[in-house]
């Protein structure tokens, strides 16, 4: 908890969240990188294709992080993709 001022007032702090794309065996590479593509507005082909290859050689990698109903959305748009997807603290 943070205090502001001097009046003592505490207020609760904002979570960072982080979406991790999860590694898969049945996604192909091309409908991972579309997915990406269609879902983060500002991920060009070369982010997007990066972020494919990081999850396939580590397991996950992280892909956006965000503060409340924004990452959640992206979450949900992704797994109705049929994407394997994490979010994480």
Do not use: W
């Not at 990698?61 to 959305?73: H, K, L, Q, R, T």
């Amino acid at each position: 908890m943070e205090t502001s001022g001097s009046f003592g007032t505490t207020r609760k702090r904002r979570k960072r969240l982080h979406l991790y794309l999860i590694n898969d065996n049945y996604n192909t590479m091309d409908h991972v990188i579309d997915s990406i593509q269609h879902v983060l507005p500002l991920c060009n082909v070369l982010t997007a294709e990066q972020i494919a290859v990081t999850s396939h050689a580590a397991g996950e990698a992280e892909m956006y992080s965000g503060f409340g109903n924004d990452v959640y959305i992206k979450y949900a748009q992704l797994q109705k993709l049929g994407l394997t997807v994490d979010i994480k603290l």
